[in-house]
């Protein structure tokens, strides 16, 4: 028959009572260790997730801003270049103004002018006309023969 020996009942309850004891004193301080930092990690995993996510939607909103930028540069840019444009004809309509003021000041003035040297140079033969007819005529004809053969002059003259 088998011969059971009473030092490994012992031994069997020693391990069993060893197994329990760990159980209770080591194994479950453990777990809830391990459980404790998985816990912790996964936090930090899901607290690393939103901080990528925030940085997504920071970077898509800077992108959105900076492309906001741009369209209101170019706008600026337009505005100005309209503004200049406008200013550039305004100063060549205004030039072109004074250009033809100043052209027709000068046809004025010239045409003034003509007429005083016209004037001025009727005067003259009339008067070099009276002189020459006084001496001429200055023993033969009398005051109204004179004045009659001076308006004579005169209108051939104006005629001319």
Excluded: H
Aim: hydrophobic share 40%; net charge neutral; proline share 1%.
């Amino acid at each position: 028959m088998l011969k059971f020996d009473i030092n490994i009942l012992w031994t069997l309850i020693n391990l069993i009572i060893f197994f329990v004891l760990m159980k209770l004193f080591l194994f479950k301080p453990i777990k809830k260790t391990l459980d404790k930092r998985k816990e912790l990690i996964e936090g930090q995993f899901k607290a690393a997730e939103d901080k990528e996510k925030k940085a997504d939607e920071l970077q898509a909103e800077y992108q959105s801003q900076l492309s906001g930028v741009e369209d209101e540069k170019k706008q600026i840019l337009a505005e100005a270049r309209n503004n200049a444009k406008a200013e550039y004809d305004k100063i060549v309509a205004r030039a072109n103004t004074d250009a033809t003021k100043i052209k027709t000041d000068a046809k004025k003035a010239s045409e003034l002018e003509s007429e005083k040297a016209r004037l001025a140079v009727k005067q003259q033969i009339a008067e070099l006309a009276m002189q020459t007819a006084t001496k001429v005529v200055e023993k033969e004809v009398s005051a109204e023969t004179d004045k009659m053969l001076y308006d004579e002059f005169l209108n051939e003259s104006s005629d001319k």
